[in-house]
Structures are given as structure tokens and as C-alpha cells.
């Protein structure tokens, strides 16, 4: 992986070819999804199958913003587990009904509430973490691992596995580092290696079969009925902006956003859409909304780059490069909302679905000038 410091002399060295990796990983906040990519998303919301052939679901995708050009098993964060190859019991609380021996865990069956854990708080909530172990043998019931209090998938046979768990608290009983292996009462074998490590980003991610995009040549295809990500990031109050590369809706009958969220007034907004009416790009942004901020062009079945950008006093909406609208600034976006990859995230609620497909979508914390956003729109296209 390239080193931090390494990143910035790059970045520093952008005027003579321009990187959208160093860009991005510039960005002090933000997040940067590619669907042409086929080794960072996910069939499930658990990360077990990847979605690389056309057609597939799309449960998971992660962020590569601060991967720094990595690959996602480049990118992974430390080991988090002490001692992943079971050579001993060291930094492990081993509960009854556990061993630790020959470099393999071992349990019998016996009471539920017993696992191996390590010692100390590792888990941020909100994170995302990659989970392998191994199961070398099992006599009975099955084993499963957690993370932040999420338990993983019940497993009932021998083999190897990795799954991605969103932590959603910082610990669970009963340990405060929020990492257990454990098992079902009745759960008797053995377990030879055992590793977590953090994902890097911001994970995006739909539990619900109906409601996953489907991997195509053109990118992730939302059905503009319920399909979306739900992602774990959230706006900034100051400067930023939202640039997405995709094939428009043919045809809404209703406004559809490809991103973004609102609270619940909604007089804190920040998002993209197309709208039904003319089929062009509009915005919205702090108390306004799409009625002001509007483009132009009708972009319905086009592939474009739709940009919008904003600082402290201004606002630019970008369509293939030619700026739609600017104007002045009213409120702030959200920041107690996540935002929702095509789709609105209404204080919750996802709704004004996108009927298109999102090759690359990225958002950041700086506002685009209009030579900046033609850098990054040609990394984009290219």
C-alpha cells in the first residue's frame, strides 16, 4: 500500500498529471465508489461472495477513497486479534468449555455465553471489519464469529470463511473489545486461525434481496423502485461536493436522486437528482432545493458526469462540464443523516429511487472550480 506521505508527494506532483487516486485521498473526508470494479463488492450485505459477473446483486460495496491505489487486502487495517494462529492463549480470555493447544481452539459442547476473546476496546462503531477463521472439524451445532455485538453466519461445517460485520456498538458482552468467537451450546470442534481486520471507508450496503443494484457493463443498475446503498458516511457542514459518472434514467415519471440525504425539516439537504421534468440534473443543497438549483440539459438515456459543488457562499451545479446553474448559498447539509447511494435518504427513509446506472461516484471536502472539476471529470471518464 502506498504510504501516506508517499500519497501527498504525489498529490503535490498533480499539475503534471493529475491522479484522481491522490485526489481522493487527499480529501480530508469523503468517499469514493467504483462499480466497473469487480473485487470490492459483494453479493451479500456480509461480504461472503464477490459481485463480479454482469447480472449479480450488489449487497456490499466498499469505499476506496483512502486505499492509496491498494488493493482491498492491501488496504486492510492491523490484525486485530493477538494471537490469530492460536500458537497460545496470549492476549485471549478463553472461556469454560474452550481450549487453546497445538495452535488450534477447541470446544466441547456445554453451556451457551462462553467464546474466546481478546482483552481491550478495538472496535469503533460504525466500522467495518473483515472476519476469517477456520473450522477444522465440527462434531456438532455450529460456530460463529462477532464483531461490535453483529453475529456473523452461523456456521455448521468444516472449511474456510470470511465475512465483512458492521459494527454497530463499540463492545458486546462480554468484552469490552467487541470480538468474539463462540459458539451455539451445542457447538463442539475446532477452530485453526482466526483473523479481523478493519475496511478502510465507508461500506455501502442493502440487506434486502429486492432492493440490491445489479452488477452490468454500464455499472450498478437501480431499478428506480427500491434499489440502494445505504452508506455510513455523512456531509460536512462546509465546502464539498458530490460528482457522479452514469447512464441516466430513460424516462422518470418522478424526480430521482442518484445520492445524498436530508433531515427531516427538509431545510438541511445535499443531493443529486434527475428530475421529471425535463429530464435534467438538478440539486439540492442546505433550505434549497431543486426548484433552484436546475440545469439545462435533457440528459434521460444519456451518459454524463453530473456534478454539484458548493463552498462557504456558492454553489455550482456541472453537467458533462458546462455549468447548469451557480448561485448563492443558502443553509447547510445535513450532518445527522447518512447518505444513500441511488436513492434519497429522507431522515431515514429512502425514497425518489434512480432508475440508472452509477459507474463511479465519489464526494469530497473541497469546492470544484471549474478547471478542478474538468480534471477530475476526465480521471473519471478515463
Excluded at 205 to 215: C, E, I, S, Y
Amino acid at each position: 500500500m502506498v504510504c501516506r506521505v508517499g500519497m501527498r508527494r504525489l498529490l503535490a506532483l498533480g499539475g503534471r498529471k493529475f491522479s484522481l487516486t491522490a485526489f481522493m485521498f487527499g480529501q480530508s473526508d469523503g468517499f469514493y465508489y467504483d462499480f466497473t470494479r469487480t473485487d470490492r463488492h459483494f453479493q451479500e450485505y456480509t461480504g461472503q461472495t464477490l459481485a463480479d459477473d454482469i447480472g449479480e446483486a450488489i449487497g456490499l460495496a466498499l469505499d476506496q477513497r483512502t486505499w492509496g491505489g491498494a488493493s482491498l487486502s492491501g488496504a486492510l487495517g492491523p490484525e486485530l486479534v493477538p494471537d490469530p494462529t492460536f500458537g497460545s492463549a496470549s492476549g485471549l480470555t478463553v472461556q469454560a468449555y474452550w481450549t487453546i493447544a497445538d495452535g488450534v481452539a477447541t470446544r466441547i459442547t456445554g453451556a451457551s455465553g462462553t467464546a474466546i476473546y481478546p482483552t481491550g476496546s478495538l472496535v469503533a462503531v460504525g466500522g467495518l471489519y473483515r472476519v476469517r477463521y477456520q473450522i477444522t472439524n465440527i462434531a456438532a451445532g455450529s460456530c460463529i464469529a462477532a464483531v461490535g455485538s453483529v453475529g456473523g453466519i452461523s456456521r455448521a461445517t468444516s472449511g474456510s470463511f470470511e465475512e465483512y460485520i458492521l459494527a454497530t456498538v463499540a463492545n458486546g458482552s462480554p468484552t469490552a473489545s467487541g470480538m468474539l468467537l463462540y459458539g451455539t451450546p451445542t457447538f463442539a470442534g475446532s477452530v485453526d486461525d482466526w483473523s479481523v481486520k478493519r475496511v478502510p471507508g465507508y461500506s455501502a450496503l442493502q440487506a434486502t434481496g429486492a432492493a440490491k443494484p445489479t452488477r452490468q457493463t454500464s455499472g450498478a443498475k437501480f431499478d428506480g423502485s427500491d434499489d440502494n446503498l445505504l452508506t455510513t458516511y455523512y456531509a460536512g457542514s462546509a465546502a464539498g461536493f458530490i460528482m457522479a459518472l452514469g447512464t441516466m434514467p430513460a424516462s422518470p415519471a418522478t424526480d430521482q436522486i442518484l445520492c445524498g440525504a436530508s433531515d427531516s425539516g427538509p431545510s438541511n439537504r445535499c443531493y443529486l437528482l434527475v428530475s421529471a421534468s425535463g429530464g435534467v440534473v438538478c440539486g439540492g443543497l442546505g433550505g434549497q432545493s431543486a426548484a433552484t438549483i436546475k440545469g439545462t440539459t435533457d440528459v434521460r438515456s444519456r451518459r454524463v458526469v453530473v456534478c454539484l459543488t458548493w463552498d462557504a457562499t456558492s454553489v455550482t451545479l456541472f453537467v458533462d462540464g458546462v455549468i447548469e446553474y451557480t448561485g448563492a448559498r443558502s443553509g447547510n447539509p445535513t450532518t445527522a443523516t447518512p447518505w444513500r447511494v441511488g436513492a434519497h435518504n429522507a431522515a431515514g427513509t429512502a425514497g425518489s429511487f434512480f432508475g440508472g446506472a452509477i459507474e463511479k461516484i465519489i464526494t469530497g471536502r473541497e469546492y470544484l472550480t471549474a478547471s478542478k472539476e474538468r480534471q477530475v471529470r476526465l480521471a473519471l471518464l478515463a
